[in-house]
């Protein structure tokens, strides 16, 4: 069985489940509630679905299991600060956060890009650039990945800046036990603000809904990878990808949000999310060989997903008052 036929029988059976869900489960409580107008998204929205059934399996199989056979540090089996982590990804690898997330903003871009329309206004659609070579699925889609990854580094880099916004931010940096499961971790609003910054350039830059979705989920399981309790060294490959060691290091206290040598001030460093160039571009790169403690200084947090949300929500609003 050669590769075309390995792959086109994978994309069958993938047809094949998203229409049996779609059939059989979703279709008949969206005719239930009159909800059959939002079917067509509705529809599209299983793939968010699916793509998240597949990370979660791999982080189960793959990830947890790497960290048993290479961990950088000897953890708790199944810590208690990690249970609130699970749930994060849950909630955003299942479609349930993309799903909101379409639904409160898709208005808002349908009309911007109206706009954009009635200015003339030309996307930077890859595929026009070089159309014999950019036009190539493939190579539009390694495009976008890197135009978006700039933006992820630039969005990131603004979160360790601004008082307020590093408040909401900090809670995805109070792990002291990183695992696979870390990466959703986050304050709901610094949530919503990445994904509309993100679905506006990925807008702005003519990515396609389809190569959308694939782009966030390649990127998310790359990112659990980084967050996993793996020591591993890439060798020369630690200049082309973004590393478990790499971004462990961002997370380590003293190191990762604050400014060398000013405890305390923000700032910090590998701030990248796919590629390390970035960091490197801009001098914000450490390339560690040990292992370091991850957490915030004098941050301690609830276990609970809630209070983690109020508590961040309480110190950005308290940033925000006048002195």
């Avoid at 094949?16 to 509705?42: R, T």
């Avoid at 540090?73 to 993309?98: C, N, P």
């Avoid at 990854?149 to 880099?157: A, F």
Wanted: aromatic share 16%; net charge neutral; hydrophobic share 50%.
């Amino acid at each position: 069985m050669d590769l075309n036929s390995i792959t086109s029988a994978i994309s069958s059976a993938y047809g094949s489940v998203q229409e049996f869900l779609f059939a059989k489960i979703v279709g008949p409580l969206l005719y239930q509630f009159d909800l059959m107008s939002w079917a067509e998204d509705i529809f599209d929205g299983i793939d968010w679905f699916l793509f998240g059934c597949i990370q979660i399996f791999l982080i189960i199989v793959v990830l947890r299991v790497w960290e048993r056979v290479a961990p950088a540090e000897t953890q708790e089996r199944f810590a208690k600060s990690s249970r609130a982590d699970v749930i994060y990804t849950l909630f955003h690898r299942l479609g349930i956060f993309h799903g909101l997330i379409f639904i409160a903003l898709s208005g808002f871009f349908f009309q911007m890009d109206a706009i954009l329309h009635d200015f003339r206004f030309e996307r930077l659609n890859v595929e026009s650039w070089w159309p014999e070579v950019t036009s190539i699925p493939l190579v539009s889609f390694l495009v976008y990945l890197v135009l978006l990854d700039l933006v992820g580094y630039l969005y990131h880099r603004a979160s360790h800046t601004v008082h307020w916004w590093w408040q909401l931010h900090a809670l995805h940096h109070s792990q002291t036990v990183m695992t696979a499961w870390s990466d959703n971790r986050n304050h709901i609003l610094d949530d919503i603000m990445d994904a509309a910054v993100t679905a506006f350039f990925a807008l702005l830059f003519g990515v396609s809904p389809g190569q959308f979705i694939i782009l966030i989920a390649l990127s998310q399981f790359i990112q659990s990878w980084q967050h996993a309790n793996i020591k591993v060294h890439l060798g020369k490959a630690q200049y082309l990808l973004v590393s478990p060691m790499f971004h462990r290091m961002h997370h380590a206290v003293g190191y990762g949000h604050e400014a060398q040598g000013k405890p305390g001030v923000l700032g910090g460093c590998n701030f990248g999310i796919l590629f390390p160039w970035w960091d490197m571009l801009f001098k914000t790169a450490i390339f560690p060989k040990e292992v370091y403690p991850t957490g915030v200084r004098n941050l301690v947090v609830s276990h609970s997903v809630f209070a983690q949300q109020w508590q961040g929500l309480l110190r950005a609003v308290k940033e925000l008052r006048p002195k």
